[in-house]
């Protein structure tokens, strides 16, 4: 049974910087590209970033790019999420994912595209 465990969210100011944690098991994870996506309340969940199963390929949203990095340790079977120059529109659940298929990543911002999800870690932003 694949787990995703996500870590790292806090209450943070505008203009600070957090770094996401997701830890994921029971799965082949330098075999599968993985994601992280976001819900406020009241919105859909919407695709952040996402990074292939050996890190050569990137992928972000435009709301977030230049100010967000994504990366992976395929040894730690962990993908993190460096979010700088915060927001309070960044204010939202992150979810960490796996991709569904191996070595692939075709739509990296469709949620149905993963098969298996974190809990989320919150992250919110005042003012």
């Known amino acids: 049974q694949v787990l995703v465990v996500e870590s790292g969210g806090d209450l943070v100011e505008a203009g600070g910087s957090l770094r996401l944690s997701c830890i994921a098991s029971?799965?082949?994870?330098?075999?599968?590209?993985m994601g992280w996506f976001r819900q406020a309340p009241g919105t859909e969940r919407e695709a952040v970033s996402a990074i292939t199963w050996a890190g050569r390929n990137k992928y972000y949203a435009s709301s977030v790019k230049g100010r967000f990095t994504i990366s992976r340790d395929n040894d730690k079977s962990t993908v993190y999420l460096q979010m700088n120059s915060l927001k309070p529109d960044d204010t939202a659940k992150y979810y960490c994912a796996a991709y569904g298929r191996e070595y692939s990543v075709d739509h990296w911002y469709q949620a149905d595209s993963y098969n298996a999800w974190g809990q989320g870690t919150q992250v919110t932003v005042s003012e």
């Open positions: 029971g799965l082949t994870f330098d075999r599968h590209s």
